[in-house]
């Protein structure tokens, strides 16, 4: 008898904190710091995946604070700009039902750290590579 085939909703993480377009940089960057994550799903009003922010769309505000705008330069700079004015779109995602070997071919194929999971243009979950590393060592330890 072979073995269940992993699938992506086996393995994502269903609470996703997201954000708007027009949110600022600096609530992107809060969000990420607090949650200890690195990738940001952004949505719209009426809650399809729009575009991505990870954190390192936060290194071109490193960029500023080491050309001498200093810290509060560079969080001026955060307040101001909006997720829109650095996301990237548009988006890869993924189907829940999808396995999870064609969910890791998508990402090196696309060189992306996380896929949205998205059913009927919701986003139900996020699927990161430390999902599928922390996978891998489960299956590996058995």
Known sequence: ???KVARVRDLMTKKVATLNRNDSLDMAE???VMGRFRHLPIVDDEGAVVGMVSNRDFFRSALAFSLGYGER???SMLRVMKIKEV???PVVTVAPDATLAEAARVMMQNKIGSLPVV????LVGILTET???RHMISISSK
């Open 73 to 75: 330069g560079r969080e």
């Open 30 to 32: 809060g969000l990420m």
């Open 87 to 89: 996301m990237k779109e």
């Open 1 to 3: 008898m072979r073995d």
């Open 119 to 122: 059913e009927e243009r919701a």
């Open 131 to 133: 999902d599928l590393l």
